[in-house]
């Protein structure tokens, strides 16, 4: 069984939660707080270079430098439990803590670059960091808390159809670590049953990819975009209102291009998108632009929050703002 810490947890900042939807960051740490979760965020943290990586970029050996640093800031502050928002940052780090632990040269070469720098010395032995006891997605540490949360709920989100979209770097890179299955992933599907809500479970095209594939949505955008097409037509035709997500790069995939797609080919969705944190924290009665953030969001979500009655001011005018963001042309 998984051992899922609730104490000594580097929270690891995301560059895409960060500069897309910010209040994924600040939803996690709404609910942390209110579960009794102790954890750490440290600015000098680095990226994990997940995009730069999958772009071809960085190579191995430089992405695996950096997580060995970022391991490293982990241990000096007694947080050496490190959990991601990012399934990217996710399988990035959990990949480095491989390498750095199985290849000796690679390993060694990593810890000459410290040593011969001026800046942090670090040296990197087999094992400070075990790649399925000390990294962690927070969507496990929701889980493993799911009984505590579900006494924390404050409003009733139960009218609403919800889906679950499960990351591919979550679900399809480390198997044996993957909490809910990945052949059916329900991990998502148990945190929203957790605040009261059942989602449509299984549906057709659920394990099908977000379509971004990082550098995809640029080489290849007609390819790209056609797969997200395919799900959210299949979302579509089960009525879903909402789709759960578990990095921010995909629900940048959806949430981002659904408008665009809608206006090519003449279809309205009307899915709106959020953060498994985003969800649970506006369950659990968080403010939702203050701590949530919808207003960073494309698809809007304030006509979902006017249907279910929750007692939050709605400060956009609908109708103008949802006119402008489905005339951004991607």
Same mark, same amino acid.
């Given at each position: 069984?998984?051992?899922?810490?609730?104490?000594?947890?580097?929270?690891?900042?995301?560059?895409?939660?960060?500069?897309?939807?910010?209040?994924?960051?600040?939803?996690?740490?709404?609910?942390?707080?209110?579960?009794?979760?102790?954890?750490?965020?440290?600015?000098?943290?680095?990226?994990?270079?997940?995009?730069?990586?999958?772009?071809?970029?960085?190579?191995?050996?430089?992405?695996?430098?950096?997580?060995?640093?970022?391991?490293?800031?982990?241990?000096?502050?007694?947080?050496?439990?490190?959990?991601?928002?990012?399934?990217?940052?996710?399988?990035?780090?959990?990949?480095?803590?491989?390498?750095?632990?199985?290849?000796?040269?690679?390993?060694?070469?990593?810890?000459?670059?410290?040593?011969?720098?001026?800046?942090?010395?670090?040296?990197?032995?087999?094992?400070?960091?075990?790649?399925?006891?000390?990294?962690?997605?927070?969507?496990?540490?929701?889980?493993?808390?799911?009984?505590?949360?579900?006494?924390?709920?404050?409003?009733?989100?139960?009218?609403?159809?919800?889906?679950?979209?499960?990351?591919?770097?979550?679900?399809?890179?480390?198997?044996?670590?993957?909490?809910?299955?990945?052949?059916?992933?329900?991990?998502?599907?148990?945190?929203?049953?957790?605040?009261?809500?059942?989602?449509?479970?299984?549906?057709?095209?659920?394990?099908?990819?977000?379509?971004?594939?990082?550098?995809?949505?640029? +080489?290849?955008? &007609?390819?790209?975009?056609? #797969?997200?097409? %395919?799900?959210?037509?299949? /979302? !579509?035709?089960?009525?879903?209102?909402?789709?759960?997500?578990?990095?921010?790069?995909?629900?940048?995939?959806?949430?981002?291009?659904?408008?665009?797609?809608?206006?090519?080919?003449?279809?309205?969705?009307?899915?709106?998108?959020?953060?498994?944190?985003?969800?649970?924290?506006?369950?659990?009665?968080?403010?939702?632009?203050?701590?949530?953030?919808?207003?960073?969001?494309?698809?809007?979500?304030?006509?979902?929050? +006017?249907?279910? &009655?929750?007692?939050?001011? #709605?400060?956009? %005018?609908?109708?103008?703002? /949802? !006119?402008?963001?489905?005339?951004?042309?991607?």
């Amino acid at each position: 069984m998984k051992i899922i810490p609730d104490k000594n947890i580097l929270l690891f900042k995301s560059c895409l939660v960060n500069v897309e939807y910010p209040g994924i960051e600040s939803s996690t740490c709404y609910i942390l707080n209110n579960i009794d979760v102790e954890y750490l965020v440290d600015e000098r943290q680095s990226c994990c270079t997940g995009l730069g990586y999958y772009f071809d970029l960085f190579d191995q050996l430089s992405t695996t430098a950096l997580a060995a640093r970022n391991f490293h800031i982990g241990s000096e502050t007694g947080h050496g439990n490190i959990v991601t928002m990012c399934a990217t940052c996710y399988a990035i780090l959990k990949k480095s803590a491989k390498i750095l632990n199985q290849d000796e040269e690679a390993r060694d070469k990593i810890n000459k670059i410290s040593n011969d720098s001026n800046l942090e010395k670090m040296e990197y032995t087999p094992g400070d960091m075990d790649p399925t006891k000390n990294i962690f997605h927070v969507a496990e540490i929701f889980f493993n808390k799911r009984k505590e949360i579900s006494k924390l709920v404050k409003f009733d989100l139960s009218g609403l159809k919800v889906a679950t979209h499960h990351a591919c770097h979550y679900c399809k890179v480390h198997y044996n670590d993957t909490i809910g299955g990945v052949r059916d992933p329900n991990l998502l599907d148990e945190l929203v049953a957790a605040v009261g809500v059942e989602t449509i479970g299984w549906y057709d095209h659920k394990k099908l990819t977000c379509g971004n594939g990082f550098r995809q949505r640029f +080489t290849n955008k &007609e390819a790209s975009l056609g #797969i997200t097409t %395919d799900k959210l037509q299949a /979302l !579509k035709d089960n009525n879903v209102e909402i789709l759960i997500h578990m990095c921010p790069n995909c629900q940048m995939q959806f949430d981002r291009y659904q408008p665009y797609i809608e206006e090519k080919l003449g279809i309205e969705f009307n899915i709106s998108h959020l953060n498994i944190a985003q969800f649970i924290a506006l369950a659990l009665g968080a403010d939702p632009y203050n701590v949530i953030g919808i207003q960073t969001h494309t698809v809007l979500i304030e006509p979902l929050l +006017t249907r279910l &009655e929750l007692p939050f001011e #709605i400060k956009k %005018d609908q109708k103008e703002d /949802l !006119k402008a963001k489905k005339s951004i042309k991607n």
